[in-house]
């Protein structure tokens, strides 16, 4: 009647079966031999788990078997001792409910979460962020700060000119605390303008120009900017009650103002910047970034990955994407070079290729998909740069792929609400799974049920993230900072409030945090829980497919396909489909080979073949800007 769809690799109706045998011992008696009851191991289940009861009262016996295709000993080996825990806990506790039943000893969960936590390393709490740029400019003051095109400024020339324009935003009675709007092109003005308003004791909010209109009249009306640096070229065209001053208007200006340093009147807890976050339903969040929280991110950076004073870094990431902030700010106040590319070269692979060769590039950092557009603009030769990928989740396939052509390859992971980054974890060629790693400096990261429980090492929960990068909160929405930043269930291991992300993982062997997607990307269909992001790898892995991505829609499995052109050749969604053979039977050998991977209920009904997959200004896919309307190959 439920009309379940069959499928030979699973059992069709009842997966799991719990049986009781228990009392058979008891009639079984051999004069003068003791004995023991055994069940003969099978070779072959007909269920996924079957889990047998017998022995006696006295002597409980629990038996195990299962699907060696589905699941690991070690796997089965920490279900058993979870359940024989749950067991004990009723017995002693029997008004005990459920959801209070931890699945292992509170205690070992505990001294694992404080031995993987164990990140606390002293840095200088009360500086604030020029302080640290201040101090490579004391020591590296002649070495090349910045380069962008046939532009090159040392750290001194750096300084001094962010110095004058510090000077004048204060004859212009910008004061510490007030908040400045940035909206310019990716020029030198734009690191300088970055840095002038730090020293000024102002707080940014970094704005890409090319963002919608209304979004930015939003950002500046929502933080109550005071000013808006811009250019002749953006002028008067965002409405707001910030007062707007041009690039053009103001430089000739700077050489009337002082280059010494300023030490304006703030502290560490003082606003660094407000970042708009993107891509999410609604209007924009705008999250605060104190300046310890800045400080503690780039000096753990600087040790690992790391950084010195001999690198050179590209910055391809807009303004407007915090991990920005680490391309940016990491150089400079490690003497590093500091490489600007304009906003059209880091649209394109073939030129961030020729600028990493011809510049010596030694590190950049960028998201999956600018990653592929590079090895799909002709790279194949291995470099000596040091890769940091983040944003989205690394596919094994990419990761092997940069593996091979870098000097090292790191995995970021990180929400805007914790400070750029928040764990990192080098992936090297034998990796099998990749992980995000362990937390950075001052940092703590949480696996939690919906109870805030904390799960143990192969559990999937939340994440969660505590430490000296958490933001104070949103800017002017005290719900939402309330709903996402909640109190550490765990005061004796860190203290403060952790940030809820929204993203489910869990605690691999040795303590290091594998991501598995967004819970909002979880779906339900027909009664199954499914994670898209599974069925996305699934798909990656079929010959002939370079990018997949997954979505429901009314109930159904659609998959949004690019070929890699080894087979079936990308096809515009505006034009029409037709019955083609190669189509269909390119079609044909992908369901076939995910249906080794998955079960029948995640395999997709619907096919959409795209050249590209629509990107955020950030370089994350975006799923909201998939066609929902577009003729598509149907498996019915």
Not at 21 to 50: C, Q, W
Not at 389 to 412: F, H, I, Q, T, Y
Request: glycine residues 6%.
């Amino acid at each position: 009647m439920l009309n379940i769809a069959r499928d030979s690799s699973r059992v069709p109706l009842v997966p799991l079966v719990f049986n009781i045998d228990m009392g058979l011992d008891d009639g079984v008696a051999f004069e003068g031999l003791t004995h023991k009851l055994l069940y003969n191991p099978r070779e072959y289940e007909s269920f996924e788990i079957f889990i047998n009861a017998s022995g006696s009262e006295q002597s409980l016996v629990l038996e195990w078997s299962y699907n060696t295709q589905l699941f690991k000993p070690a796997t089965i080996r920490r279900m058993m001792n979870e359940f024989e825990f749950m067991l004990q806990s009723i017995v002693n506790e029997p008004a005990i409910k459920i959801k209070d039943i931890p699945l292992k000893p509170l205690s070992e969960i505990y001294e694992k979460l404080k031995l993987w936590n164990d990140t606390a390393s002293d840095y200088p709490k009360e500086k604030v962020f020029q302080d640290l740029f201040y101090d490579a400019v004391n020591e590296y003051g002649e070495n090349t700060a910045l380069r962008f095109n046939d532009q090159i400024f040392s750290y001194k020339n750096l300084n001094e000119t962010s110095n004058q324009l510090a000077a004048l935003l204060s004859d212009q009675n910008v004061k510490p605390g007030d908040i400045i709007g940035l909206a310019v092109d990716r020029t030198p003005e734009m690191i300088i303008a970055l840095l002038a308003i730090m020293k000024s004791g102002a707080a940014y909010v970094p704005i890409d120009p090319l963002y919608p209109q209304k979004r930015i009249e939003f950002m500046l009306q929502a933080s109550s900017a005071k000013i808006l640096i811009t250019s002749n070229k953006y002028k008067d065209q965002f409405q707001s009650a910030a007062d707007e001053l041009l690039i053009e208007d103001i430089w000739p200006k700077l050489s009337s103002y002082p280059k010494e340093n300023i030490k304006a009147k703030i502290n560490s807890n003082s606003l660094a910047y407000i970042l708009y976050t993107s891509g999410s339903t609604g209007d924009p969040k705008g999250v605060q970034i104190e300046h310890h929280s800045l400080v503690n991110f780039l000096l753990s950076m600087k040790k690992k990955p790391g950084i010195n004073d001999r690198d050179s870094l590209l910055a391809i990431t807009t303004i407007s994407f915090d991990i920005a902030g680490l391309e940016l700010y990491l150089p400079l106040i490690s003497g590093a070079e500091l490489v600007l590319a304009d906003a059209e070269s880091a649209k394109d692979g073939r030129i961030l290729l020729e600028i990493i060769e011809n510049q010596n590039i030694s590190m950049m950092q960028a998201t999956p998909s600018t990653w592929r557009m590079m090895i799909e603009a002709g790279w194949e030769r291995k470099l000596p740069i040091k890769i940091l990928c983040g944003g989205e989740a690394l596919p094994k396939d990419l990761a092997d792929k940069l593996v091979a052509r870098s000097g090292s390859l790191w995995n970021m992971y990180g929400p805007t609400e914790t400070t750029i980054w928040s764990a990192a974890k080098q992936i090297i060629a034998d990796d099998e799974t990749i992980t995000i790693g362990r937390p950075i400096d001052n940092t703590q990261i949480y696996i939690l049920d919906d109870y805030l429980k904390a799960l143990p090492e192969g559990s999937i929960g939340e994440i969660y993230i505590g430490g000296d990068g958490v933001a104070r909160g949103y800017l002017n929405r005290s719900d939402l900072t309330n709903e996402r930043f909640v109190d550490n269930p765990f005061p004796e291991l860190s203290e403060g409030k952790i940030y809820r992300t929204g993203d489910l993982g869990k605690f691999v062997e040795g303590g290091e945090v594998q991501c598995l997607g967004r819970i909002d990307h979880q779906v339900k269909i027909r009664g199954y829980r499914i994670e898209l992001g599974e069925i996305e790898q699934a798909l990656i892995k079929q010959e002939g497919i370079k990018e997949a991505v997954v979505i429901a829609l009314q109930e159904r499995l659609v998959a949004y396909v690019v070929p890699d052109g080894s087979g079936v050749q990308a096809t515009s969604i505006n034009n029409e489909y037709n019955e083609d053979l190669q189509i269909q039977q390119q079609l044909e050998k992908w369901k076939h080979g995910i249906k080794d991977l998955l079960p029948e209920y995640m395999l997709p009904r619907d096919f959409v073949f795209l050249k590209t997959l629509p990107l955020t200004p950030n370089g994350k896919i975006d799923r909201n800007a998939l066609p929902s309307q577009c003729k598509m190959l149907k498996d019915e």
